[in-house]
């Protein structure tokens, strides 16, 4: 499966913004979504995934209560609301499709396979 990202942008602090992932190819609702995070000068992290079939969810402790991941199979798209966005939520982030089963590797970058090109978001304070 192939993904793009959009949705990026610049925004103030306490503002919002919601990214979307096209996924193109067969058996989306197959797999595993999720959304990662690279700041400038730090490693990739984790920030939310969704079970296939739009079952369990999962955020990192850092986005809980301000982030929402959700899925459109019928549309073949993924999208990561953000509320509340706050300066150090700044980075690229990336959408991926995997195969990850259960909430102990929903987080985990080695059970996702298909990455998309990453959309800049910056927050200012």
């Known amino acids: 499966v192939q993904l793009q990202a959009s949705g990026g942008g610049f925004v103030q602090a306490g503002g919002s913004l919601k990214l979307s992932c096209a996924a193109s190819?067969?058996?989306?609702?197959?797999?595993?979504m999720a959304w990662f995070r690279q700041a400038p000068g730090k490693e990739r992290e984790f920030v939310a995934a969704?079970?296939?079939?739009?079952?369990?969810?999962y955020y990192a402790d850092s986005v809980k209560g301000r982030f929402t991941i959700s899925r459109d199979n019928a549309k073949n798209t993924v999208y990561l609301q953000m509320n509340s966005l706050k300066p150090e939520d700044t980075a690229v982030y990336y959408c991926?499709?995997?195969?990850?089963?259960?909430?102990?590797?929903?987080?985990?970058?080695?059970?996702?396979?298909?990455w998309g090109k990453g959309t800049q978001v910056t927050v200012s304070s």
């Open positions: 991926a499709a995997g195969v990850a089963w259960t909430i102990a590797t929903m987080s985990l970058e080695r059970y996702y396979a298909n």
């Open positions: 190819g067969r058996s989306f609702s197959s797999y595993t």
């Open positions: 969704l079970m296939r079939g739009g079952g369990s969810t």
